[in-house]
């Protein structure tokens, strides 16, 4: 696929998902959700914050999307994770998982790899210790910060370096994880997203995005929007992390630092037009 087609593709979701006005439900850490919840709402979605279990079943009722992240894992939340990720795989609802801290300690990962059992066409959106950690044992997360590079990440998960694998092939491990998803999101300087077959690396964003907290947790909560426009859940990762990464990287134009670079980060989120997704997305398509 040409760049031209990719970029035009990207626009179809985002024009959809402006028209439809996606509910998207979100259970995340507590450190994260107002602005979660801001640029749903400058994207285009309707935003849906609640974790209670006692409307557990009537806000995925109602929803278009589920985006679950455990970077707090408080055990009742947990609870009600599982419970919304089991109705979302009965109904086939859209869903993504941010494993935030997966790797970092046997805790956060075993509760990852317990909701990576449920709904089975999910996204899976992570920094690469956290995918890693999920897809091949490497406990190497930071806190929740990466502690192996991109560059790292893509050896281990496509197999590229290794003079015993084809390099054409998946790993057993990625392999196993996409078993269990429609899609994996490594983000990075640059990138990556996993299809059965296929690969897309994405080259948009900003260093500043890194240096103020939250934009990995947006990331995910863009990716379920457009999930619930998408008929796969790889063309909606695709669609996320671009239009994420040409916004901050528009955002970054504007400022010197990370203090006002939310602010702009919205701003371009809501003034996004198709002639700078055309313009400004980097991207390669690979097929293994």
Known sequence: MHAHELAEKIYRLFAALRDTRPLVHVVTNFVVMNQTANALLALGASPMMSWADDDAAYMSGVSDALCINIGTPVLERISVMKSLMSLAGETEKP??????????????????????????????????????????????????????????????????????????????????????????????????????????????????????????????????????VAENGFDAAVAGVAVTGIAGELAAARVVGPGFFLPHFIDRLYALREADIHQYLRAEVHCF
């Open 95 to 228: 869903v993504v998982l941010d494993p935030v801290g997966a790797g970092a300690g046997q805790f956060r990962t075993d509760i990852a790899r317990e909701l990576c059992a449920f709904a089975p066409a999910k996204i899976i959106r992570g920094n690469p210790s956290e995918i890693c950690a999920l897809a091949a044992g490497h406990l190497s997360t930071k806190g929740v910060d990466s502690g192996i590079s991109p560059e790292q990440a893509r050896a281990i998960l496509t197999g590229h370096g290794r003079p015993d694998r084809n390099a054409d092939a998946l790993p057993n491990g990625a392999s196993a994880l996409l078993a269990s998803a429609s899609a994996l999101v490594v983000s990075g300087k640059t990138d990556m997203v996993l299809g059965q077959g296929k690969m897309v690396k994405i080259a948009n964003g900003s260093e500043l995005m890194g240096a103020v907290t939250g934009t990995g947790c947006m990331l995910s909560a863009i990716c379920a929007a457009f999930y619930a």
